[in-house]
């Protein structure tokens, strides 16, 4: 069954810290998401990669950045952590080869973040 | 612009009544597609149907049937007989062209069915 595994459900971390969100797809997809989700906006795109350190920003990457060494890992880093990024963070995964009317996009669980 | 509007951003039904809920685009695109995630309280998206632009025909499963016209730039998604477990938030998203990922997305409809 295809997995996205984001390493953190639920994170409450203080003003100015680093903060480092893990995703993990087995699905060997090319490409994957991170995207922020609050009440009443849907979902924003912050970065997205198509490619082993390749990186391209979304809608709103002010205040983040991203990483992605291996393929399957894809991490979404706030370097200096404050209260307006309290959020659920979701990443997703696809592959550019998709057939069928089926799924095309596969979502984690979500990390619930609180910055303090 | 590209745009997704979910204008309800809350439902109350009693269970076993039908429920809509509306989602309006717009895109200038020609080639494109329409999504609907369900979001349990869980946190998780479920994929509930991908349509292309090209495909204007209703689609029923089970309980669950959509509503595409492109005349009115409208997807429109409808449960009937809700259940309880039908409550969720329930997205519409638009792809940005022709491709299968890079999506737009409306606000979300958070439908309660009531026992």
């Known amino acids: 069954d295809v997995k996205v595994t984001q390493s953190s459900r639920y994170l409450v971390k203080r003003t100015g810290e680093k903060v480092f969100l893990e995703c993990v797809q087995d699905m060997d997809h090319e490409n994957m998401f991170w995207y922020r989700q609050d009440p009443g906006l849907g979902l924003r795109l912050i970065y997205f990669?198509?490619?082993?350190?390749?990186?391209e920003k979304g809608d709103i990457p002010e205040g983040y950045s991203v990483s992605r060494e291996k393929k399957e890992r894809f991490s979404l880093i706030l370097e200096s952590a404050s209260t307006n990024q309290t959020s659920m963070y979701l990443c997703?995964?696809?592959?550019?080869?998709?057939?069928?009317?089926?799924?095309?996009?596969?979502f984690g669980e979500g990390s619930w973040l609180t910055v303090v | 612009a590209q745009k997704v509007t979910q204008a309800q951003t809350e439902i109350s039904v009693v269970e076993k009544e039908d429920v809509t809920l509306d989602c309006v685009y717009e895109?200038?695109?020609?080639?494109?597609?329409l999504f609907w995630y369900k979001q349990p309280p869980s946190g998780e998206l479920v994929f509930l149907i991908r349509?292309?632009?090209?495909d204007e025909q209703n689609e029923i499963s089970g309980r669950y049937s959509w509503n595409f016209q492109k005349s009115t730039s409208s997807f429109n998604f409808t449960i009937t007989a809700s259940q309880v477990v039908d409550s969720a938030v329930y997205f519409c998203?638009?792809?940005?062209?022709?491709?299968?990922?890079?999506?737009?997305w409306g606000a979300g409809t958070k439908l309660i069915i009531k026992p």
């Open positions: 997703a995964s696809t592959t550019f080869y998709w057939t069928g009317d089926g799924n095309t996009i596969y």
């Open positions: 349509r292309n632009s090209f």
């Open positions: 895109t200038r695109d020609t080639t494109y597609y």
């Open positions: 990669s198509y490619d082993v350190k390749m990186k």
């Open positions: 998203a638009l792809s940005r062209g022709s491709s299968n990922y890079q999506l737009i």
